[in-house]
């Protein structure tokens, strides 16, 4: 079994989440994941004063930039879907891209050390 079903089930609840709150079936959710209140891309100064305060909301260092954070749920997603279905949501032309280091290895990304169970 590939990636964590716990963390998959905290992206496929706040897609649910979201879905509810626009009144529509989660299968027809397009667009921006965080968009502004009008449903437009949000500005860059803006973005980076809600990434401050949701930073300092939750305790998290400075380490933890909009990069970290793709690349994060871009890792969760190749772990638990195929490879083309991963491409195809992370808007990859080709299935090699979503298929880096330790996901091409065959290892889990989501941890820095080995995978050990017990």
């Known amino acids: 079994m590939r ?9 496929l609840d706040r897609r649910t989440r979201v879905a509810a709150t626009a009144e529509v079936g989660a ?6 994941v965080f968009p502004n209140a009008r449903g437009g891309l949000r ?4 973005l980076r004063r809600d990434w ?11 380490w933890f930039t ?5 690349r994060t749920v871009a890792t969760l997603v190749t772990d ?12 990859h032309s080709r299935v090699s891209h979503g298929q880096h280091g330790c996901s091409a ?14």
């Open 3 to 11: 990636g964590s079903t716990s963390r998959t089930g905290l992206l």
């Open 27 to 32: 299968e027809q959710l397009t667009g921006s």
């Open 43 to 46: 500005e860059t100064n803006n």
């Open 52 to 62: 401050r305060a949701f930073r300092k909301r939750h305790g998290i260092g400075d």
């Open 66 to 70: 909009p990069r970290t954070f793709r």
């Open 80 to 91: 638990a879907l195929p490879a083309r279905e991963a491409s195809d949501l992370l808007g």
């Open 105 to 118: 290895a065959g290892l889990t990304c989501g941890r820095s050390g080995p995978n050990v169970s017990g």
